[in-house]
Antibody, heavy 118, light 107 residues
């Protein structure tokens, strides 16, 4: 059974870099699929951040592209998100998910709330 | 970016009711649409992909239809566990985008 688990600081200061990791179990990232990050501000809708293939090929949301880096570590079976120069607008629950052909998302992590505040 | 507009934004319905949610795309997306269900404090759950294909394990009371710009998610007989927020998502082009959500509440 595929399982994803986000981890990282729950509080980040403005202008700093948000860093999250998604550990995958029950499936080898090297076997295929894309792996993505989606966020949801409190009480609001879903926003796709970006996706990565095990080869390292990435797709990013243009609205965040200048600040986002997604990377993959196949040896640890995990992938990561870095979002730089954060502001309060980046406060959200961040989800990692498996993406079928980089189309839709069939397995999701439970989500982790990241608050941007001094 | 392709915009997805869901209607209604919320609805009240009773157990056993037939419920229909609409998702309209700002430009044609063929059948590149998925539907998700999200309950409070939980991650979204995939229900439908390719506009009308039912994800494995999802009850058959859920169905999707449409192509081009207009899509619908139908729950044929609403069950207590179906009260949640539903989102559509397009994967015809980047960036992937979601509708604003439709909250289904108990009448």
């Amino acid at each position: 059974q595929v399982q994803l688990q986000e981890s990282g600081p729950g509080l980040v200061k403005p202008s700093e870099t948000l860093s999250l990791t998604c550990a995958v179990s029950g499936y080898s990232i090297s076997s295929g699929y894309y792996w993505g990050w989606i966020r949801q501000p409190p009480g609001k809708g879903l926003e796709w951040i970006g996706s990565i293939y095990h080869s390292g090929s990435t797709y990013y949301n243009p609205s965040l592209k200048s600040r986002v880096t997604i990377s993959v570590d196949t040896s640890k079976n995990q992938f990561s998100l870095k979002l730089s120069s954060v502001t309060a607008a980046d406060t959200a629950v961040y989800y990692c998910a498996r993406s079928v052909l980089s189309y839709y998302f069939d397995y999701w992590g439970q989500g982790t709330l990241v608050t941007v505040s001094s | 970016a392709i915009q997805l507009t869901q209607s209604p934004s919320s609805l009240s319905a009773s157990v056993g009711d037939r419920v229909t949610i609409t998702c309209r795309a700002s430009q044609g997306i063929s059948s590149a649409l998925a539907w998700y269900q999200q309950k409070p404090g939980k991650a979204p759950k995939l229900l439908i992909y390719d506009a009308s294909s039912l994800e494995s394990g999802v009850p058959s009371r859920f169905s999707g239809s449409g192509s081009g710009t207009d899509f619908t998610l139908t729950i044929s007989s609403l069950q207590p566990e179906d009260f949640a927020t539903y989102y559509c998502q397009q994967f015809n082009s980047y960036p992937r985008t979601f509708g604003q959500g439709t909250k289904v509440e108990i009448k």
